[in-house]
Nanobody
Framework: VQVVESGGGLVQPGGSLRLSCAASGSATRLDTMGWYRRAPGKMREWVAI???????NYADSVKGRFVISRDNANNSVYLQMNGLRPEDTAVYYC?????????WGQGTQVTVSS
């Protein structure tokens, strides 16, 4: 399974971005999919997850600002990010699981700066 993210970029504080992640190479629907991020000098942290039946959960730091969704037909997951803050600056990674297997993308850079 290959996981590829897109949609990162530079945005001003208060702005919005939508990240996309496409997982290819699986003949079946993937299990939980999610987004993680790693800010400069920090450990990678969990941002949001969506289960196979579209249940969602969010880190407290993004709750109310970010929305995760998925397209099961295409094994894709999205992250709509609103009200972006400088502290949201990070490389964002997509994670997908299938049984015992976990797959990660290469990451996409999000920079929030004026």
């Amino acid at each position: 399974v290959q996981v590829v993210e897109s949609g990162g970029g530079l945005v001003q504080p208060g702005g919005s971005l939508r990240l996309s992640c496409a997982a290819s190479g699986s003949a079946t629907r993937l299990d939980t999919m999610g987004w993680y991020r790693r800010a400069p000098g920090k450990m990678r942290e969990w941002v949001a997850i969506v289960t196979e039946d579209t249940g969602t959960n969010y880190a407290d730091s993004v709750k109310g600002r970010f929305v995760i969704s998925r397209d099961n037909a295409n094994n894709s997951v999205y992250l709509q990010m609103n009200g972006l803050r400088p502290e949201d600056t990070a490389v964002y990674y997509c994670r997908a699981s299938l049984g015992y297997y976990v797959y990660w993308g290469q990451g996409t850079q999000v920079t929030v700066s004026s």
